[in-house]
Nanobody, 124 residues
Framework: QVQLAESGGGLVQAGGSLGLSCSVS????????MGWFRQAPGKEREFVAA????????HYADSVKGRFTISIDSAKNTVYLQMNSLKSEDTAVYYC?????????????????WGQGTQVTVSS
């Protein structure tokens, strides 16, 4: 059974930085294409960033491009999201998602497995 565990959320002031991590355990040797999504109160879940299993390809939502960086440590089966220059509109519950094992995906229905989510709150 595939399990995803996120960590690193919290409260930060606007303009600050925060890092999220998500570890994956399960079959296929832990080799997955990964993504981050977020959902703000009263809004639909939206794509944030995606990375291929090797880390060679990435894709970002326009709203976070240039501020967020997704990376992957395949040896540790862990994906990271470094968030810089945070804005109040980045406040949301952030979810990591995984699907085996190749490609780059940015639609939530393309992912098979999801973490429980971690709250990120940016105060203005």
């Amino acid at each position: 059974q595939v399990q995803l565990a996120e960590s690193g959320g919290g409260l930060v002031q606007a303009g600050g930085s925060l890092g999220l991590s998500c570890s994956v355990s399960g079959p296929t040797g832990g080799r997955y294409a990964m993504g981050w999504f977020r959902q703000a109160p009263g809004k639909e879940r939206e794509f944030v960033a995606a990375i291929s299993r090797s880390g060679g390809s990435t894709h970002y939502a326009d709203s976070v491009k240039g501020r967020f960086t997704i990376s992957i440590d395949s040896a540790k089966n862990t994906v990271y999201l470094q968030m810089n220059s945070l804005k109040s509109e980045d406040t949301a519950v952030y979810y990591c998602a995984a699907r085996p094992p190749y490609g780059l995906y940015y639609r939530d229905y393309e992912y098979d497995y999801w973490g429980q989510g971690t709250q990120v709150t940016v105060s203005s």
